[in-house]
């Protein structure tokens, strides 16, 4: 496995403060390598926005990250813990470093801004030297990068389809050569034909560009096909971390092992669709010990008791569950 | 550029309907202006005088409604909307060319910078929400609610006076003739301060308000979040994406209160003796001055449709999303 571009160690995300605080990610441990899809899957609720929007220092209040640490390794130089930047160094870092793909494909443009206008603004915002006419000509490969031809740079938003609208998206993430790309559920609000092409297209990227992806979705099924590793987010908690093909075949959380039943499979053997009985819990009262164990067809007596740490169950493959005893917690 | 014209037919229409009103109901009213001129020189009037006076307006010929009709718009045409009765002899156009520069001068100037000020304390309300500026709206919100007569009376009876820099009425220091010169701009500015003040403290807080919760609103938008997140500096996110989308209902706003200038003063005029067309108007009403009210409708009319065409103009420029390619 290649050098780790973003760690994230025992996050904490808080929503209020005090004791009226509402706790959305708890102790999260993550590792992002270089040019790797992460994918982070869960249910709504699970934390796994927040804890996108907490890396990134993009919380709106109440939001508050309340520990941890999110150490960014630069391609040259010495790692930075992003929590800790000047209001400058993190505009500086943003986007240049790490670049968002957010939800709403249709929301995330500025509907009274040309394509032109909201491309070139960020990479003169990052790189004050360069050119009008460098800008235009990097503005147009961008644009031809992802399928979409250069003379919509004139276009209005409106004027674009949603996949045009999240393809300029991914175009603009991808503006400043950025190391990370985090894209929280870009292809949610496209129909599946879209979603295949998006995510095609973004494949083949970066085989070429070599970023990194960190991929939040409900969606397990997109994920098991589309990243390298696969974490599972319970009550803010990532409860389940291992390759995309090892998770597939056997999980070991009985969670993750709900989530797999959700969905149909294409090939192989019939079986029944379970899914999760239940709700996801409430963020406010969460149950004692594992979060999940009122749901959990196989919880045992210390379920309800103790929290399972994460750790590694068998190499490579990180499990927090009682089923599964912990040989070496993560350190952290 | 379709959609222009459009409006633009859809104005000329409206404009024709109020004008043919304005026609009308002048006739619908009982009695006729000699009469009230008549009654206004309390009988002390000549047979002969009476006779000159209905051929003076048009009221010895035995012309069909429409023949009149058609002669009005003709008449309206040449910009000849009558004489007004009182200020006898002169004619009405006089009349309003002489009032409408005080109006627009003054409630004009205060409209643009009500708008300006307000707007811009709102962008900084609406940004940074429990600020300085936040304090700022209970007080202006406050002010606003006190009715605007008031307002002007208590301007008056705490500012003017005796020995007092400001002035309690008119538009200019009896005595002078109106012209540019060094004499006369300046005690027409003095004379505009006080009314002008009391505009903008009743008119501000609508501009903050209205201006912060669309800021509110906007900023709450995905795109604000792109905007961060692009590493933009918080000046561009404030300006160009916050403050710009969140304008656009305060400048149609803005447009629709143009038209308000001529026709909505009356109160500040009234107040101040502001030699302005809304004064003109309480005149016209107390004198039975039917051919000033008639022209000072039309000109509040023509106003508010020029207004609507502008805020239309405006919000298309602005809003690419209401352009049809």
């Known amino acids: ?72 390794h630069p391609v040259d130089g010495p790692p930075v813990d992003v929590l800790t930047l000047s209001p400058a160094q993190l505009r500086q870092f943003r986007w240049a470093e790490t670049s968002i793909v957010f939800q709403g494909a249709m929301n995330s443009l500025n509907p009274v801004h ?27 490969d961008l644009l031809r990068l992802v399928g979409i031809a250069a003379d919509r740079l004139d276009s209005y938003p409106h004027q674009l389809s949603g996949g045009m609208r999240q393809r300029v998206m991914i175009a603009m993430a991808l503006a400043l050569e950025p190391q990370v790309v985090i894209m929280d559920e870009p292809t949610t609000a496209l129909d599946v034909v879209m979603q295949r092409q998006i995510l095609g297209q973004l494949a083949e990227l970066r085989e070429r560009l070599g970023f990194a992806v960190l991929f939040i979705t409900h969606d397990l099924s997109l994920l098991v096909e589309f990243s390298d590793r696969i974490a599972i987010m319970y009550g803010g908690r ?44 409430d963020l406010r009262a969460m149950p004692k010990g594992c979060a999940f164990h009122p749901r959990c067809p196989k919880a ?28 070496a917690p993560v350190p952290h | 550029m379709r959609f222009l014209l ?77 004489l007004s009765f009182t200020f006898f002899p002169t004619p009405v156009s006089t009349v309003i060319g002489d009032s409408l520069p005080w109006t627009v001068g ?64 008119g538009g200019y220091e009896a005595g002078l003739v109106p012209a540019f010169d060094g004499y006369f701009i300046p005690s027409a500015i003095k004379h505009s301060v006080l009314p002008a003040a009391t505009i903008l403290v009743s008119s501000m807080s609508g501009w903050i308000l209205s201006m912060r919760n669309m800021m509110v609103t906007v900023s709450s ?52 003796s502001y030699p302005g067309l809304g004064y003109q108007l309480f005149q016209a009403v107390g004198y039975k001055d039917y051919p000033l009210m008639q022209g000072i409708f039309l000109i509040i ?13 405006a919000y298309l420029l602005l809003d690419p999303r209401t352009r049809k390619s």
């Open chain 1, 1 to 72: 496995m290649s050098d780790p571009v973003l760690e994230i160690r025992g996050l904490r995300v808080d929503y209020g403060l005090g004791d009226a605080a509402v706790h959305a990610v708890r102790d999260v441990d993550l590792t992002l390598h270089r040019g790797e899809v992460l994918g982070l899957a869960g249910e709504s609720g699970s934390g796994k926005s927040t804890l996108a929007y907490g890396l990134t220092r993009l919380l709106p209040p109440p939001g508050v990250v309340s520990g941890g640490q999110v150490v960014y």
């Open chain 1, 114 to 140: 040309k394509v032109s206008t909201q491309l070139l603004d960020v990479i003169k915002a990052h790189d004050p030297t360069s050119t009008a006419a460098g800008r235009l000509a990097r503005a147009r």
């Open chain 1, 238 to 281: 990532i409860v389940e971390e291992a390759p995309a093909a090892q998770l597939y075949r056997q999980a070991l959380h009985p969670y993750t092992e709900g989530l797999l039943h959700s969905f149909p499979a294409l090939r192989g053997p019939r079986r029944e669709l379970t899914g999760i009985p239940g709700s996801p819990p």
């Open chain 1, 300 to 327: 045992f007596d210390p379920c309800d008791k103790k929290v399972p740490v994460l750790g590694a169950a068998e190499p490579g493959r990180d499990v927090a569950c009682w089923l599964h005893p912990v040989a």
């Open chain 2, 6 to 82: 459009q409006r633009t037919a859809f104005y000329l229409f409206t404009a024709w309907a109020a004008i043919t009103l304005n026609f009308f109901i002048p006739r619908l009213v009982p009695g006729d202006p000699v009469q009230s001129l008549i009654s206004r020189n309390q009988g002390r009037i000549s047979a002969d005088a009476i006779d000159s006076l209905r051929v003076l307006f048009g009221l010895d010929s035995d012309a069909s409604i429409w023949e009149q009709y058609l002669d009005y718009w003709g008449q309206l045409l040449h910009g000849d909307l009558g």
């Open chain 2, 106 to 169: 003054l409630v004009g100037i205060t409209t643009v910078i009500s708008f300006l000020l307000g707007t811009a304390l709102g962008v900084g309300a609406g940004w940074r929400r429990g600020s300085w500026v936040d304090g700022l709206l209970p007080a202006t919100t406050f002010l606003s609610s006190i009715p605007y007569f008031w307002l002007g009376l208590v301007a008056i009876a705490v500012f003017t006076g005796p020995g007092s820099f400001f002035p309690s009425s």
């Open chain 2, 221 to 272: 938008e995905d795109y604000i979040t792109v905007a961060h997140a692009k590493g933009l500096s918080e000046r561009r996110v404030a300006l160009s994406y916050a403050a710009r989308n969140a304008l656009l209902p305060n400048v149609s706003g803005f447009a629709l209160s143009l038209g308000f200038i001529v026709g909505g003063t009356l109160l500040v005029e009234i107040v101040f």
């Open chain 2, 301 to 313: 009319t023509i106003s508010v449709l020029v207004a609507n065409l502008l805020a239309d103009v």
